[in-house]
């Protein structure tokens, strides 16, 4: 299992150009989960899904959208990009119920907006 | 809303033992997790915690009392290799396992 994959792993944009970070896992996870970490700060949940067609709003949505059509993928899409939003981007899926309620993260996106 | 405080820096010399505390407010609250990140890498999962008392992994142990709101990770015979930040995070009760993370303790482990 390759568990959870992102893509690219390093860009930089220009403000007020869009891109769309990929997330893909292979482990069946009902359960998917955008956050973004800025520099010597924890982690900001910015989207959640619970399922294929089903998002809502974390911490700090605004800025972004998600979509999730199947269970395996859950991009993340910026529109009109601000410094603000330069950051690490990590995805994490995990199941939907039992056990330790681990999240299995991804190696993340390093975005740098200027 | 939901606040965690863990403190920002910890030191500890190698083979020791070292606490990295975490007292949380919280709307709702489900359980404690605590996470590593090695600088540069993604979170990792540790440990979780729902019922008070201590849970053992090896060499290290989490700690939870619902009562007064406070966990604490606890890592023995520490490596080198254990240099990283450790967050903990509060599981909230949205239903999908959501977690609220702490701003993360950095330890450094010293020859």
């Known amino acids: 299992n390759a568990g959870v994959t992102q893509t690219p792993k390093f860009r930089i944009l220009k403000i007020g150009q869009s891109m769309t970070l990929q997330c893909t896992q292979d482990m069946n996870h009902n359960y998917m989960y955008w956050y973004r970490q800025d520099p010597g700060m924890g982690l900001k949940l910015i989207y959640y899904?619970?399922?294929?067609?089903?998002?809502d709003k974390g911490e700090v949505p605004n800025g972004y959208n998600v979509s999730r059509s199947t269970t395996e993928d859950f991009p993340l899409r910026l529109e009109l990009a601000a410094p603000s939003q330069t950051s690490v981007y990590f995805c994490?899926?995990?199941?939907?119920?039992?056990?330790?309620?681990?999240?299995?993260f991804g190696p993340g996106t390093r975005l740098t907006v200027t | 809303g939901q606040s965690l405080e863990q403190p920002s820096e910890v030191t500890a010399v190698e083979g020791a033992i070292v606490q990295i505390n975490c007292t949380y407010q919280t709307s709702g609250f489900y359980g404690l997790s605590w996470y590593q990140q090695h600088d540069g890498g993604a979170p990792t999962f540790l440990s979780y915690?729902?019922?008070?008392g201590l849970e053992e992994t090896g060499r290290f142990s989490s700690f939870l009392s619902r009562s007064d709101s406070y966990g604490y990770l606890l890592l023995q015979e520490l490596q080198m290799k254990d240099s990283a930040s450790y967050f903990c995070?509060?599981?909230?009760?949205?239903?999908?396992?959501?977690?609220?993370f702490g701003t993360g303790t950095r330890l450094t482990v010293i020859p």
């Open positions: 915690n729902a019922l008070d």
């Open positions: 899904s619970v399922g294929a067609g089903i998002t």
């Open positions: 995070a509060v599981r909230d009760r949205t239903g999908a396992n959501n977690l609220f």
């Open positions: 994490a899926s995990s199941p939907a119920a039992g056990g330790s309620y681990e999240q299995y």
